[in-house]
């Protein structure tokens, strides 16, 4: 079984201060750990992911993630926040959920506010 | 083309009316799903199919039927639906279903049942 726990359900930075987004999962199984950003009424689209591979993951639009394992946590970074990173955050991670079949398990998500 | 593309981005329908939204991807992948979400909510899976073929069905009422005619495109058929299946759709695709890749979405059809 996997889960994930998204810590905040809204944030609020003032722009050009730091962003951090908290996320913990729980997995059976190796997960593959994701972050999705959605703007209203839009798709998701990919921050960045972490495959087991470097545990400090860069990503897109000066976003970064540190999968810590002994902390069972992937939190979201970013040093400067910009208006335009207003949005809802969805922290997802993957795994096999027995036999060959997985799903991406999404969090209840995080809105982001940034003010000028 | 790093695109999926979903058709109508915008659906109201009777609750008699048979409509089908319509999902197409040109990026190989051979992985496709369809998501539902409600507002203020995350997506929830629907369906999963892999090569074509359905993988997993989240126990969705039938008046749900999806369809996948080829690799690159994904259909759902929407019959007799209800006023709580008001929701955002969301197609997405993957290169193939293994959990070490990232799902491609989709804009959207925003459905209105009334």
């Known amino acids: 079984a996997q889960s994930v726990t998204q810590l905040d359900s809204h944030v609020s930075v003032s722009e050009g201060t730091p962003v951090l987004l908290r996320c913990n999962y729980s997995s059976s199984y190796s997960p593959s750990l994701f972050w999705y950003v959605q703007h209203p009424n839009k798709g998701l689209q990919l921050l960045l992911k972490?495959?087991?591979?470097?545990?400090l993951v860069k990503g897109i639009n000066g976003f970064e993630a540190e999968f810590k394992k002994s902390e069972t946590s992937f939190h979201l970074t970013k040093p400067s926040a910009h208006m335009s990173d207003a949005a809802e955050y969805f922290c997802?991670?993957?795994?096999?959920?027995?036999?060959?079949?997985?799903?991406?398990?999404f969090g209840k998500g995080t809105l982001l506010t940034v003010n000028p | 083309d790093t695109e999926v593309t979903q058709t109508p981005k915008h659906l109201v329908m009777g609750m008699t009316n048979k409509k089908s939204l319509k999902c197409e991807q040109h990026?190989?992948?051979?992985?496709m799903y369809w998501y539902k979400q409600k507002a203020k909510k995350p997506p929830e899976l629907m369906f999963v199919?892999?090569?074509?073929?359905?993988?997993i069905n989240e126990s969705v009422p039938s008046r749900f039927s999806p369809e996948c005619p080829n690799s690159s495109l994904l259909n759902l058929h929407l019959h007799a639906l209800q006023p709580e299946d008001s929701a955002l759709y969301l197609c997405?695709?993957?290169?193939?279903?293994?959990?070490?890749?990232?799902?491609?979405f989709g804009q959207g059809t925003r459905l209105t049942v009334v």
């Open positions: 997405a695709s993957s290169p193939a279903y293994t959990p070490q890749v990232e799902a491609f």
């Open positions: 997802v991670v993957s795994a096999l959920s027995g036999g060959s079949n997985y799903k991406l398990t």
């Open positions: 972490y495959t087991s591979a470097a545990t």
């Open positions: 199919y892999s090569y074509e073929k359905l993988s």
């Open positions: 990026m190989g992948h051979r992985a």
